[in-house]
């Protein structure tokens, strides 16, 4: 049987996020800790840590959201670096891989371990440890317990032997894990000393599968993936050109095949890098994103544009490369029964002006999840996917019922409620108002008004449990004799308008 390889770079999702392994560092999902750094972990973080116990542990902790594609991408290149000394490589999630042991053409298993080791190292992944077995599962931990930049080799059928002391928890099924526990089994080598045929009769199919992993038989082939075709395109000009419709007239073709092979195989590109050589090197380059996908026209419009704004090409222009950085399947964009979504020519106006004023300063707005209006609010520059930070799904303790104001303000104004008798209103540490609030003024400077009708409130007590970023405050509803609608908070004792219904 072709032995096998498994790569595995540790705190992978720390690698991604492109953080230096001696900051104190972690990567959260769903607020519990998902990988940290070597920093953090000589602290006491540790993977499942919820982030305020993380923080405890270390206060000067810097924290990231998790970001999957970030870390696929960012996996693309370690794959592609492997293949490039041997192909046939098996992904089996970001920062774990496999492959047959190119022993031969190598020298031998240790020294295409090192190869592999040194290509990864000069790409920037530095912490990478390599396993190598009869099969998969024993290669995997083989490769956990070999040290960085290194190899750990088990011998020839000696998988049974290697895998016999180490702990039960090797499996990856916590509730089996923990009925082996109780049943007194402490390692793989005493689980898979039971009988076959009990182990079938008392844990089904899966356990014996998990029996014969423990047992060093492991049934699992290394398949290998199928390399990504290459749809990047380049339009070579010769001669050179300096004028910029010659360019965009003689890119049209090369534009047109670009959108077409990416079709052929079911995808659009939504994020395109655009190159441009001048005079033999790198002129400009600039990545560019669409709300819906690139076509050939829109992509001979970001080449002019580029062309005009960045004033960096001042020789004549020799190459222009198109470099798809984001591909999706062309069914999640295709046109519905009613229409295609935003209007061609507003797509186009909106981008022409984004080159011009900047790529940050051309935003479209969505709702996320939030109690105040102004969290709700989410700002993302036009062309890119919305990704909320909180979700609106969630129930939010505390958030205003519908409608929902029409002019929120950047800043709150500082307003003055006050009762019948001009004293000042406010709302108590259980959430109860001091008073019936009686006249009002919207803004320092703006005349007082009776209070026509009023609701609320609705406490908001956010972070208590951290001194720099808790907030306890109260909004209320309130409506003036001449039809205004607002809606205010008091805080500290100090009343703001937030915002008001128009």
Partial sequence: ????????????????????????????????????????RAEGVRRGMRRRDAQSRCPGLVLHDYNADADARGFEAVLTAIEALSPGVAPLRPGLCALRVP????????EAAAVIAERLVGIGVWDVRIGIADGLFAAELAARRALAQDSLAIPRGGSAHFLRDLPIDALDDADLVGLLRRMGLQTLGDFAGLPAADVHTRFGTHGELLHRLARG?????????QVP?????????????????????????TAEGFVKDLAAHGLVCTTVLIEVDADGSLATARRWMHPRWFGATDLIDRV??????????????????????????????????????PDERVERGVARVQSIVGHESVVSASVQGGRGP????????WGERAVAKRSAGLPWPGSLPPPAPATVYTEPH??????????????????VITGEPARFRAAVGSDWQPVASWAGPWPVDEQWWDEASSRRLARFQVVGVDGSAWLMLVENGTWWTEARYD
Avoid: N
């Fill in 1 to 40: 049987m072709p032995r096998t390889m498994v790569m595995w770079a540790p705190d992978w999702p720390i690698v991604a996020a492109d953080l230096p392994p001696s900051q104190p560092a972690a990567v959260l999902d769903k607020g519990q800790v998902l990988a940290c750094s070597q920093a953090a």
């Fill in 103 to 110: 022993s031969r053409f190598y020298g031998g298993e240790a």
């Fill in 217 to 225: 038989l492991d049934p699992l082939p290394v398949g290998s993936r």
């Fill in 229 to 253: 075709p290459e749809f990047d395109a380049t339009l070579l000009l010769e001669p050179p050109l300096e004028l910029i419709e010659p360019i965009a007239f003689s890119l049209r073709t």
């Fill in 304 to 341: 002019r544009w580029q062309l005009q704004a960045d004033g960096a090409v001042r020789a004549p222009v020799d190459a222009v490369r198109l470099i798809p950085e984001v591909t999706e399947p062309l069914g999640d964009h295709a046109d519905s029964l009613f229409g295609g979504g």
């Fill in 374 to 381: 102004a969290e709700r609010r989410l700002l993302v520059p």
């Fill in 414 to 431: 500082e307003a003055l409620v006050v009762g019948a008798e001009g004293q000042p209103i406010g709302v108590t540490g259980r959430g």
